[in-house]
């Protein structure tokens, strides 16, 4: 047994999707949430831009001593899982990837289309997971340019028609492909599954990985005698920009009213 907290990391409120899911399973856990606000969409970024910004995450999980860490963002999982376990060897790293394996199971007309940040789709790593698990399966890319969708969400600009135009752009060319999957390789775009959904309809299925990782969680706090003991949780969360906007979206999307929020200042900030 172990009370120590999971450090959860995002770019900003997407791994809030991820975090929903684990307080689902494991709701005996400490969790701490730690949002990079003020340098998201890291979808834009370099991979070293990127790689220092995780390093200075992880440096600030060490110091609060989690027990695991997270990394609740597609983008900053599949520039440098391995950089990072290599950095940090005494914790252990769970990343998110799009879940393409699952989606070669479920798909019957092997049409499918993976939503994801202008990084992860432009990443070999997501041909290599294609190559690996999509054989047979055509699979349809769609890069979120210039970060434009994750701006909008950050910005909880979800109700306006501003974001349903610009899913309609994005989308409708794909609505006659005979698609029957889609797959939110972003944890970000789980925010707006539904104005998803809308646009290609109830026959199309849409898979995130907030379930999977919060079972790969489970699975490596089991394994390893990590889990905590039946407790009431303690949630805190983290910005490097702003508390009120953060809180916000806590209260949007995961329901969690007087959410303990503060402020993280990053080293080169
Ligand atoms: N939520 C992140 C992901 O899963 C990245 C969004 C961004 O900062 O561009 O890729």
Known sequence: MNNQAIGIFDSGIGGLSVF?????????????????????????????????RVLSALSFFEKQKVKLVVIACNTATTVGIDYYREKFPKVPIIGVVPVIKTAGGKTVTKKVLILATQSTIENPYLNVLINK???GIKFFKLGDWEGQLVKMIENGELKQKKIEKELDFLLTPFLNQNIDTVVLGCTHFPLIRNQIQDIFG??????DSGGAVARHTQRVLENKGLL????????????????????????????ILNAKVKKMTFPTD
């Not at 109830?202 to 898979?207: G, M, S, T």
């Not at 905590?228 to 329901?255: G, H």
């Open 20 to 52: 929903q899911e684990i307080k689902k399973l494991l709701p005996f856990e400490n969790l701490i949430y730690f949002a990079d606000q003020a340098f998201c969409p890291y979808g834009t970024k370099s991979q070293s831009q990127i790689r220092k």
């Open 133 to 135: 698990f999509g054989k």
């Open 202 to 207: 109830a026959r199309v299925q849409i898979l």
């Open 228 to 255: 905590a003991e039946n407790q009431k949780p303690d949630y805190t969360f983290y910005t490097t920009a702003n508390i009120e906007r953060l809180n916000r979206s806590i209260q949007n999307f995961i329901y």
